[in-house]
């Protein structure tokens, strides 16, 4: 029905938006940089992975206790870390990332070392993937246009008035933290159960990087920016393959511009139905 | 006992490596308050420099050393006066520094990729010898060199932001810059210098590390660890940056010598996570208020 070469890409793509999705709600929507998030994608890929192996458990609840495992971290992580100021609190994810990596590398007898851990069977297809990057979509909508999403943008706007408007911001960093944790565990998950054979290599700190860049660029403060990004980044390097050397070079140029130009992304505040709404509005107000 | 002080020597010599890009870190950090991702990536291109003038023949291996560190300074001033001074001024939240550096980063790490290719380059010694034998003890020359061009560097620069006009300059606009700005202290220009700084010693890390190492794409990563010094010593202190470079070295050399060479890296990040939680403004860090 599909042949590989797109049920790659499709999954891919659906991978990184699960990860982006949570991206963009911590950075985006409640201003909070982590460059460890490539860290509880490889919690959740080793957790689901050890789940449906050693386990033999049934592939959704492997997912899910992996998700759940990248979440229980970051919850324990944050309660340490949510207090620190801004880049403080990215240098400690940055070096919790990084831990994660190391440590999987080195306890080879769990988790098969430099060499990866194998026999992961294939369970995720591209509809899988599909409908799991749509279900994270809808999640994080509804998340973010809840009241805890207001409280969200709140603190990225203004940390002091959000906190004297009664907000208690320690725990909704938190909550915005395991959440973003909670996806990039999912994806993780779903990943190890596409490549069946994941390496500590996969979820290093150009991955994190990599995750950072994407939101930023579509936007921070739009989840369909993000997917709009995760699908530019994703693709462009598939459709122009001789640019493949490039693709990095060229993210790293461009979010340099974007923060110089158009500091907003690709899609500022805006949601991508809004781009249609404003343009009818403008015709009718004259721009005011 | 005498390959515990083999691995001190080691472990100093590698740390004086730490200091000089921790000390640029930290300069940076003291004026403008972020995090300078891409100060590893500066120290990387400058060996780069070093090894593409040492590519001209005749060329002798100080002068290209010269130009290897004056390359580095360069692009360090090019990242200023194209990025940061622009996001400084159009009144960007600080964070955004931070994303802009990132970016410059990834750029510099993948441009040098696609340059030179992802192979190791080795750069010549200064010395035939490499190892002296004092009494059983082996220490490599590149070692002594390391420790010898740092220690006299930083008691330069110590010197410099201690003692001279331009280094009180420097102080006041790490203190207060709005205010040394009315007090008549060009402050664009004292950033740039300082900029130019850290970019020179930036570059000499990156030779001298090339010179025991190798030069590579990704040696950028070594900045990390100047990173975790910096903030071990408290961001934005000078003399802090360097006495936590050295302890991170030593750190370092013996968690490879003793322990394990895999876990090296999980202790000086659990390190970084540990001194965050517990005393976040550092050995020598001033203000904790503005920092924690």
Redesign the interface.
Known sequence: MINSFYEGVIVTCCVNIIAVLGMSVLTGFT?L?SFGNAGFMAIGAYTAAICSVQFHLPFALSIICGAVAAGIVAYLLGS??I??????F???C???G??VR??F??LRDITGGATGYTGIPFRTTWVVALVCAIAAFIIAWNLIHSRYGQAFSAIRENEVAAAANGIDVVKYKKMSFVFSAIFAGWAGGLYAHYLRHITPVLFN??KS?EL??TT?LGGLGSLTGSVLATLVVQLLPEFFRKFS?????A??????LV??LR?AGLMGYKEFPDLFKKSGKKKSTGGA | MKILIQQMITGISIGSVYALIASGYALVYSLLD??NWAHGEVCMLGAYCCFMATMIPKMPFAVSCVLGIAGAALISLFNEKI?YR??RN?G?????L???A??????????A??IWGSKFKQLPRFFKTSTLNINGIFVGTTDLLCIVISLIVLVLLLLIINRTRFGLHVRAVACAGSTARIMGIRIDQVIALVFVMAGALAGLAGITYGMKYNVYPTMG?VG?KA??AS?IGGLGSVPGAIVGAVLLGLIETVVSGYI?S??R??IS??L??LI??IR?AGLFGVDVQE??
């Open positions: 201003r940089f340490l870390t207090r620190l100021r801004g880049d403080y990215l240098i400690s940055l070096g919790f990084e831990c190391v440590l590398l080195y700190l150009p990087c950072v860049i930023v050397e490039y693709r990095m070079l993210y790293g140029i461009a979010v340099v923060i110089l500091p | 972020f995090s990025a622009r996001i159009n960007s939240p600080n964070m955004f931070m994303i802009a990132m970016g410059l980063s990834t750029t510099y790490q993948n441009l990729n696609v990563n990390l990173f975790i903030v394990s895999g876990l890296d999980l990040f659990s970084l996570i965050l939680l976040p920092k924690a």
